[in-house]
């Protein structure tokens, strides 16, 4: 890592750039409002005999340790990255609340659901086109259908769309549509959708694994940022443990761990994690108390109907009081509100 100095020039950052790739490294730059720090990666012995120590506009180097670079807390030198989603901000002191149906099942249901966390304090409209289910018998989303139906919800409510990429042969339709594109857990390791989805220069919301440990988060979450893409949020929503009591082990302590590891904001899921509705509320208070930057949670109007994801499943008229309280817990961890 070059930390340049404050004041660098265009030309001295330029210079370093091609220096670092004169040598068959690559060199990803970041502009935070100070600091220019171009990140080398390649071959640590090359970048070393570039002696670019004493280069004009360099400070000092700095070499990254961990096996995941643009994304470890030490390449922002502690400074968060804050996502900006159409006017909502995620990370840093800025939390976000994201809600919505798991899964787009019709014009009704995806407008209510919208209408009514958008009238409460969501940032986000969630909701899947394409759902990566775990039997091929159940169903799989109404595809470019629901994209066309979360575009409508967008329309209306003004907030921006989360949903899923699953394949990369639907990123033209997903980019059409997607303010920020979601990877799933199942998808954390699925490295040529991860690049794809860093091409598309959108915001990605990654999701954790089920069985992957925080390191392999990161370095999934290393393979966008290669692309070039800065934008990408974490999201802890459960692991596989040897409880069997409820859905997945919701690891909140993923969340202090990924403040001191990565600058990336960090969203918890609580609802995958619960599996149901009772212990959303609790568990997204929790997230929100361990510094989360923002939550994930799923809602519908007629729960009992949904057709995937019913039981943990907020109600809409739940949904107000619920706002209000992760809002204020929020608040209480220091952070502020991104709303519409
Ligand atoms: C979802 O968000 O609806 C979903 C399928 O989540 P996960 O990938 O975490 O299982
Ligand atoms: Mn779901």
Request: glycine content about 10%.
């Amino acid at each position: 890592m070059i930390v340049m100095k404050e004041g660098a020039t265009e030309e001295q950052i330029q210079a370093v750039v091609d220096r670092v790739e004169s040598v068959g490294c690559s060199a990803h730059l970041s502009q935070g409002e100070v600091l220019t720090v171009i990140g080398a990666i390649g071959d640590r012995d090359r970048v070393a005999a570039l002696g670019l120590e004493g280069a004009p506009g360099v400070d000092h180097l700095v070499p990254i340790l961990k096996p995941y670079k643009l994304a470890s807390a030490q390449f922002r030198k502690g400074e968060r990255t804050v996502i900006d989603v159409d006017g909502r901000r995620i990370g840093g002191d800025h939390f976000a609340l994201i809600a919505g149906p798991c899964t787009v099942e019709s014009r009704d249901q995806t407008l209510e659901v919208a209408r009514v966390v958008a009238e409460n304090g969501a940032a986000m409209l969630r909701g899947g086109a394409y759902k990566p289910r775990t039997s091929p018998y159940s169903f799989q989303g109404l595809g470019v259908e629901g994209l066309r139906l979360l575009d409508e919800a967008r329309t209306e409510t003004g907030l921006p769309i989360v949903t899923e990429l699953m394949d990369v042969r639907d990123v033209s339709d997903v980019v059409e549509v997607a303010d920020v594109i979601q990877i799933g857990a199942r998808n954390m390791q699925n490295y040529s959708l991860l690049a794809e989805a860093g091409r598309t220069g959108l915001p990605v919301l990654l999701k954790r694994g089920l069985s992957s440990t925080i390191e392999e988060l990161l370095m999934a979450a290393e393979y966008v940022l290669k692309e070039g893409n800065e934008k990408v949020m974490l999201c802890e929503r459960g692991i596989r443990t040897f409880e069997t009591a409820y859905r997945f082990t919701l690891d909140l302590l993923a969340v202090p761990t990924l403040r001191e590891l990565t600058h990336l904001p960090i969203v918890v899921d609580p609802s995958h994690a619960a599996g149901r509705r009772d212990w959303v509320g609790p568990m997204s208070l929790a997230a929100a108390a361990a510094g989360a930057d923002g939550i994930i949670v799923e809602v519908h109007n007629e729960p009992d109907q949904a057709i995937c994801d019913g039981p943990q499943a907020l109600a809409t008229e739940a949904f107000a009081e619920y706002a209000e309280q992760v809002r204020r817990v929020a608040e209480v961890a220091g952070k502020q509100l991104a709303t519409v």
